[in-house]
């Protein structure tokens, strides 16, 4: 009962948030655009690009919501098969989800106000710690921009085949962190102590496995990234813009080089968060700002676009030097705890 309360309370958060998100982020969307210095020529584009994105706010916020329950319930295979558009996908997650047996009733629930401070309390430093990271990413665009046309080609361009390559990081993170959730919540219910320090040792060999399997993923990328940047690049902008081409090739390398910092982080975050230290994981966000907010004032005026290339590995670095430790020492605390039990 207190599941579906939870699950009706957090659709009723998502669509009234989404919605003032929309609404603020369309009238503030040209601004947006002069803040981040975005070339006068490719403005009018930018802004009917960037304009349907803030439009489609509630129907993605939505959509993810359903996906996340529909994974915690342990239906993974659903979100895959959704992956079609954001509005059909969420008419699929919403009838799934109304017919699945641990949801029935959920539309007879109310709204809470305990529960949505609950969803709030670990909803909004996740939040604020993606927001500070698209901060620091914006700091970057609007440095390379400043650049010029090119390298606003080069980058928006690399970026592109960069999401494609990392969207295997995210999915490993969202999977680790069904899992990490499902074994802290069974080691907190344990009766006896040494099935709860079985369960925390299982998110411990949870993420060393998937490290190792991120690890063959980033030599992959590699493999696929040095020598077929430029022709990735091309089938974007077409083989005779040798500059964009030239400065795409440089990132999409340098990038792909450190993408073992990049799954490290996802882990390492993703698990943190999933454990209850969503506050805690929020400061690896802070991280990533102040090193993305360097590498612009710093490295783009000194170096161009070769500083911009090293924008994003900056920020993984310095994030996973606060992650990493930090997760350490809260499994370890959590262990210590459950062995005091046993004592």
Sequence with gaps: DRMRSYVYNSVLLSVGISILLMVASALLCRPILGWMQTPEEIMSPAYAYLLCTFLSIPVKLLLNVLLSILRALGDSRTPFVILLSMVVGCVIAARSLLHTCELQGVMACRANVRHMDTLLGSGIPMGLQFSITAIGSIMLQSSNNGLGTVCVAAFTTAMRSKACFICEFENMGVALATYCGQNRGAARAAADPLQAIHFLDRIRYGILSSLGMLLVYCAFCVTVLWPFSWDITAWFVGYGQTDILAHSQHFMRVTSLCYPVLGVLVIFRYSLQSIGFTKVAMMSGVNELLA????????????????????????????????????????????????????
Excluded at 326 to 339: I, N
């Design 292 to 343: 993305r907010t360097l590498v612009s004032v710093f490295l783009v005026p000194a170096f161009g676009f070769a500083g911009v290339c090293w924008g994003d590995p900056a920020a993984w670095m310095a994030a996973d030097l606060f992650l990493v430790p930090t997760f350490v020492l809260v499994l370890r605390g959590m262990r210590r705890k459950a062995l005091a039990r046993v004592g």
